[in-house]
Structures are given as C-alpha cells and as structure tokens.
C-alpha cells in the first residue's frame, strides 16, 4: 500500500474541507491511501505552545510522516498572496531531509483557498511550489483534460486545486471546485502508483 501524505494548515476549516475530497481522490486509486496531517500555529511570541496532539481533527505532522510518504499533497490557506507561516515554517524544518536526498523524486501536488477570486490563489500556489523544488519533489497540477476547469466560476487551476471561501469564509466549496480536488488527488494517487512500479521493476531506479 502507497501512502500519500496530505499535509495541510487551515485556520477556518476550509483547506482542512478540500484535503477531505482530494483524500478520497488519493483512496479511489487502488493501493493508494491518504495520510491527513496538519501543523500548529506559530505565534510571534512564540509563548504558546500547542499540545502535543492537536484538540480535534488530523494529527501534527512529523518529518518522519514526510520521508516515508510516497507522494504529497500539500494545502494552505492563501496569506497575502503567499503560503502560510505554519506551513512554510514546519518546511523549514525538513533540512535533514533535504540534505539526505530521500524526498527527490516524488510526486507532489498544491491546494489552496483565498477570501476572493483574484486574491492570490495561483501566486499562493507557486510560492508552494517553490520549497517542494528544492527538496525534490516533481511537481504536477491538474491537466484541461478536466471539463470543470473551464466551467468553475469560483476556484480550480490548472496548477493545484483551490477553493473561493467570500469575505465571510462561508462559501461553500462548489460542485466543479470538489470534483478538481478529487481529480487532483486521484492523478496523484496514480502517477504515484505508476512511478513505484516503475522503480520496482527498474535496476536503476527514478
Ligand atoms: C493574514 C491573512 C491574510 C490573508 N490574505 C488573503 C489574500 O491575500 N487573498 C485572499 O483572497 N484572502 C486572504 N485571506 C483570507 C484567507 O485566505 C481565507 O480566510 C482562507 O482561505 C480560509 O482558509 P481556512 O478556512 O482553511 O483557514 C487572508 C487571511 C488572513 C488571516
């Protein structure tokens, strides 16, 4: 069985919402099954100190949930047109890995929701990206083979999956924005599977 890590920071419950669907993508793929982990708030102060298991909901991430993760979906809620800090702070952390080498070459995907439709989803996503370069993750996002790309009157891009909350964070997430998080998580379930079986059967591995 493939595990695929779903990784995600959400203040409001809307990002936790899509890493729902887009785990039931990854769980559609035969062999495949979805690990959903999130990181505690940072605080400037950094007087608070959150419990060790968070209060409801999935459980904090460890490096250790990423160096064994066959693949990745990573989900943050769009600050200012970026990543949030608890996200990019527990990136941070993955130095060990980074200078072992053990994350290249596994696949990963980004998600994101914004407060408004031009506020920064597609930026939130490459800035994403960026840190998953590095650590050598290949990067995929969702090809226009999906109709609901071109019928999404809210969120869906083609570089990850996303999702338009309005200024309350109320909206819900639409029908196309639910089916490109399903569809993000089942390409990644498979291109995950194709990969492993293509490093089983090669001598010199990928
Ligand atoms: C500090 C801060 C910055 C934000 N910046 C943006 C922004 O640049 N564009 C936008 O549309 N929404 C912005 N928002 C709204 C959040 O993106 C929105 O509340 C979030 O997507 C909800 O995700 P969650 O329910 O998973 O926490 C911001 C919110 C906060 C608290």
């Not at 999935?58 to 990543?83: C, I, K, Q, V």
């Not at 053990?102 to 994403?128: C, D, I, R, W, Y």
């Not at 995929?140 to 009157?153: A, K, R, S």
């Amino acid at each position: 069985m493939l595990t695929i890590l779903v990784l995600f920071y959400s203040r409001y419950g809307s990002v936790k919402q899509m890493a729902q669907h887009i785990a039931r993508g990854i769980e559609s793929v035969k062999g495949c099954k979805a690990r959903l982990r999130t990181v505690p708030p940072v605080s400037a102060t950094t007087v608070d100190i959150a419990p060790a298991i968070p209060e409801e909901g999935a459980l904090y991430a460890t490096l250790e949930d990423l160096r064994t993760a066959n693949g990745l979906a990573l989900g943050s809620p769009t600050r200012f047109g970026n990543m949030a800090a608890p996200l990019k702070y527990f990136l941070e952390t993955a130095t060990p890995l980074w200078l072992s080498g053990e994350l290249v070459n596994k696949p990963a995907a980004v998600f994101s929701s914004t407060a408004s439709l031009h506020g920064g989803q597609e930026t939130t996503l490459l800035s994403m990206m960026l840190p998953l370069f590095h650590l050598g993750f290949m990067l995929m996002g969702i090809p226009y083979t999906e109709p609901d790309l071109n019928q999404t009157t809210t969120g869906g891009t083609p570089y990850g999956a996303t999702h338009v909350t309005g200024s309350d964070g109320k909206k819900p997430i639409s029908v196309e924005e639910q089916r490109l998080c399903f569809a993000m998580g089942k390409r990644l379930g498979e291109i995950t599977l194709k990969l492993n079986q293509l490093k089983n059967t090669s001598h010199e591995g990928i």
